[in-house]
């Protein structure tokens, strides 16, 4: 795999980025990175130190990366004690938050100043790379499920509007740090489960709709503060419930024209667009675990729950993993790849490589695309399944995970590194929590995907 290394702001560049923190009154510059287990980390400097943290960075142990989702820490051979990595933020995406902090993502570097393989923000950069060398740009739009807690109890109408405007002051304060720090907001709404709440975010660059991730959740976490309540990104916050997808949507075009739509194929989908819908498919089963690998991600993703447990595709199919959205006048943005499989406890860049990745290796392979499914794919008899290939995403955490380890091209993707410190902390969980009471499990990590 190949690494494209972060840019290095020129000095009066540099300078520039200083003011603006200065002009805003900036006092506390945050970086984050995120870690295998989907958990946010971050180190801080003073406003005044910004550069240092971007040139030569802040120290962090190679452990970061197998911190557990309740801060155990899961050592394998590579990631131990010993060593030390720099953690540099990325001032090319800072963002000015408001009321003296700023934000912007880190990247995970050697001492020597070489890109760290182990970093996930580094691998969606080089995924991203790999697809402008073969002529292609990508566009990512991310949406954010989230549970308000305390919830607000019986009265939550699903999509209601009474159960917007009961959480309304939240809401508007979040739209106006959003605005603040830039982050573009397509709709909201009322979800279906109990104080859930959904926030579509525009599509943009993979990067930056990474990036965007993180710093929505950031925001929605730190106004929640001021109201009181909390912000729950678990794929589970309550036994029983209503899940928290996270799921990423995804256009292709080559040399300016898309590849899912203006083609002989269905619903226009070019040859180009059906491989690579096709290698999505194809590589989800042994990908699972990238997308939805926490110890509570297989209570979400369950037939039944709009979250993707089968791996076909369908047009506007919100029970396949991969639901397709045609062009249409009622989509402006154009068609997309919309994989529904994906929670909140994947790291969004990884999940976003993974995503990309799958979409590359199905195009270059010319991936065939198995016939569309038309019904909820739990539906379907022995001999439908078999004519379209659907298949059930792996049923449990445990099986997630071998189909993880045994697969080649999760290796091809990932790389080694990236590899052996998801599988260290992901099984980490398995033993932990595996056995235990899914209520219990879900309230002691409700929070662990939060900021
Ligand atoms: N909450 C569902 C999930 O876990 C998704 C509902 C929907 O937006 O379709 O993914
Ligand atoms: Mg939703």
Known sequence: MTTYPMPVLADEELASARARLEDADVR?????????AGVIRAKHVPAQRAGAFHVSGMGASPSWNVFCVDNAI???????????LRL????????VLGEGLAWAPAEMFDQSGAPAPVCTRGLLRGTVAGLAERGLDARLGCELEMVLTPRSGPGWNAYGLGALLDIEPFVLD?????????LPIEQLHAEYGDSQLEFSISP???LTAADHVVLARLLACRVARRHDVAVSFSPLPFAGGSGNGAHQHLSLSLGGAPLLSGGTGPYGLTDDGSAALGGIVAGLPELTAVFA?????QHRLQPGHWSGAFACWGWENREAAVRLLAATPGNPHGASVELKCIDPSANPYLAAAAFLGLALEGLAESEPLPPEVTVAPAELTAEEAARTGTVRLPADQASALEALESSDRARRLLGEEILEALMAVRRYELETYGGKDVEAVAEKLRYSWSA
Do not use: M, N, Y
Request: net charge negative; proline share 7%; charged share 20%.
């Open 293 to 297: 690998g926490s110890v509570l991600s």
């Open 74 to 84: 899961a050592f394998t051979p590579r990631f131990g004690v010993v060593g030390d």
């Open 204 to 206: 943009t660059d993979p």
């Open 28 to 36: 506390l510059l945050s970086g984050s990175v995120v870690d295998p």
């Open 174 to 182: 979040l739209l106006a740090a959003a605005d603040r720090a830039g």
């Open 88 to 95: 540099r933020a990325d001032l090319t995406a800072l963002r």
